[in-house]
């Protein structure tokens, strides 16, 4: 039986808007807000340590190496099953095409950057395929003079584009080397089909979801796509779309994610690459995530998605309660079904991380984006007003900083920012300052025409915490960028120890986790040891933690007879240090 949506002129509809309210957002002025947003960070930097670089460490060593190594993700020679290949397999196919010329680093980029932008036109898409809904349009209006359901749709779908963009939580996870980046824009893919499919049911449709669910399983486990697909059943379910049909849609969806997902476990499974197979560790990696509800991971959710979903989560939570007489059209359920699934299966992950929150920000965003039009004058002031204070605060500060840094005054502020990073020298990039300084302008333009004219548009009560984010970022990533790659890159010491190692064929042996490993091989061509390779004549220690840096610095033991060759740190991080070893025959 075909979904009948409601009536337009339901009278308990919580939205009445005349047609001036619907002014949309010029393409191009969405397109160089998402450049803006996206470019920044992603140029002009080594890979930084930590999870950036272990992820760009996989993907270089797939794009140097064997079949084996694509089958099993490795950086050079420690083992990465956990996750799935599918980003990988994308970042490395970037460094084969792209390497060449500009460099392996920034050619992996390519990769994130392609991922934003499918989050991005899926989430547009989803919610203006939402939007433009018969059940989703305003209360007509007596005289006439209602949006058309096209407007309407469009400025729904940059609202919630302006509120994903403007999330604290994807900031960060956009602009590095990871395969969290794809993973949250296939959720917004999955979250377009789905919406699709319910305006059209088709068998075409029902293929595309299979596939994006199957691609999803391949970037990180199978557990969240697990989690979509029952939030699609529960959803047709409520919407009451054909039984038979729907039910044997989903099944070829479902059916085709596993074929997808065959494409890599059959090859392992045949193929044995390294004499071993990383399923197994894959699986335990899945399973480790589902357990029972537990109150440490309420704690984190309340503690991190306060600011993680910033500004969608008290829109969303608006719209439900604005909408709570139509909660099942399809424009509230299908995203709350899939926010709801998501937030449960993070309650009973007894490890939930930021990884984990973010599949939530997609289907947050498109349900915020229908509590825009029901907000009062006073709460979209009075978001616009905290927007304002806090991100010109924040971008006050960034620039008070950089100008301590380059002149020493405010003489305070000068001596923290050289004591986190110890022998930093500041420089002065003239293309970085007038990019800094074009986007503050830019910024102060924007309050003013926000303040001044009190625009009646939809997504006014958004772009001020969209615009405030994106402004912080590039001056972070302009005018501080010299100084934050200074602290989270191992260049200096990727160089001092390739000085002390050998030209010709060595292998070195190493207790560091994947980021510094990938960090010391890719900037200093360092050749640690692979799969089952043992009895290196070099061995590299990272020495434990020091409780104080008064306590002695401890190294782990090496067996056999050994001198020293290098002992070091960074610059930046003298509690963190190195020592290399060659074994005496």
Request: a positive charge; glycine letters at 6%.
């Amino acid at each position: 039986m075909p979904f009948n949506p409601p009536s337009a002129d339901l009278p308990l509809k919580p939205v009445r808007l005349p047609a001036s309210a619907t002014l949309m957002l010029p393409r191009w002025g969405l397109i160089l807000l998402c450049l803006m947003y996206i470019l920044p960070g992603l140029i002009g930097r080594d890979p930084w340590k930590y999870d950036d670089a272990a992820s760009f460490g996989v993907m270089w060593t797939m794009a140097h190496g064997g079949l084996s190594d694509w089958l099993w993700p490795n950086i050079v020679g420690e083992p990465m099953a956990q996750e799935g290949p599918f980003a990988f397999w994308l970042g490395a196919i970037c460094i084969k095409l792209f390497g060449w010329i500009l460099g392996d680093a920034l050619a992996a980029r390519i990769a994130p950057l392609s991922f934003f932008f499918l989050g991005a036109v899926s989430l547009w898409r989803a919610a203006f395929l939402l939007g433009r809904r018969a059940e989703a349009q305003p209360m007509r209006l007596a005289f006439g003079g209602q949006p058309e359901p096209d407007a309407y749709g469009r400025v729904l779908a940059d609202g919630a584009l302006l509120i994903y963009i403007g999330c604290i939580g994807l900031l960060l996870h956009s602009h590095e080397t990871r395969a969290e980046s794809l993973f949250v824009a296939l959720s917004a893919l999955t979250l377009y089909f789905a919406a699709r499919y319910v305006k059209r049911p088709s068998l075409r449709i029902a293929c595309l979801l299979g596939l994006t669910l199957g691609c999803t399983t391949l970037t990180r486990g199978w557990t969240v796509p697990l989690a979509l697909w029952l939030s699609l059943f529960a959803c047709f379910r409520l919407l009451k779309l054909e039984s038979i049909r729907t039910v044997r849609h989903l099944l070829i969806a479902l059916a085709i994610a596993l074929g997808v997902v065959s494409i890599w476990v059959i090859p392992v499974w045949v193929l044995h690459p390294f004499n071993s197979t990383p399923l197994p560790q894959w699986m335990d990696w899945n399973y480790a995530q589902l357990g029972l509800p537990n109150l440490a991971s309420l704690w984190y959710l309340l503690k991190n998605g306060t600011w993680f979903f910033w500004p969608a989560w008290p829109f969303a939570i608006w719209a439900i309660y604005a909408w709570r007489r139509q909660i099942l059209s399809l424009h509230v359920l299908l995203p709350l079904t899939f926010a709801v699934a998501l937030l449960l299966l993070t309650l009973i992950d007894p490890r939930a991380d930021e990884a984990s929150l973010l599949p939530m920000l997609p289907p947050l965003a498109v349900l915020a984006a229908f509590g825009l039009p029901t907000m009062k004058r006073g709460a979209i002031n009075a978001a616009d007003w905290f927007s304002l204070m806090t991100l010109s605060a924040c971008a006050g500060f960034i620039w008070i900083g950089w100008i301590a840094k380059q002149t020493g005054w405010p003489e305070q502020i000068a001596r923290n920012a050289f004591k986190l990073a110890p022998g930093f020298k500041p420089e002065f990039s003239f293309i970085a300052f007038i990019a800094a300084a074009a986007a503050t302008v830019f910024w102060f333009l924007l309050v003013a025409w926000r303040l001044s004219r009190q625009p009646g548009v939809l997504w006014r009560a958004v772009v001020l915490s969209s615009g405030g984010i994106i402004l912080c970022w590039l001056l972070l990533t302009t005018l501080w960028l010299p100084w934050i790659n200074y602290g989270r890159s191992y260049a200096s010491v990727a160089q001092e120890i390739a000085q002390k190692l050998p030209s010709d064929k060595y292998c070195v042996e190493t207790n560091v986790n994947g980021a510094i490993r990938a960090s010391l091989a890719y900037l200093g061509d360092i050749r640690f040891a692979g799969f089952n390779e043992v009895n290196c004549e070099f061995v590299l220690r990272q020495a434990y933690p020091r409780k104080k840096r008064t306590d002695p610095v401890l190294y782990p033991p090496v067996e056999g007879k050994t001198a020293v060759l290098w002992d070091g740190h960074r610059p930046a991080d003298r509690d963190e240090r190195f020592r290399l070893y060659q074994r005496v025959k």
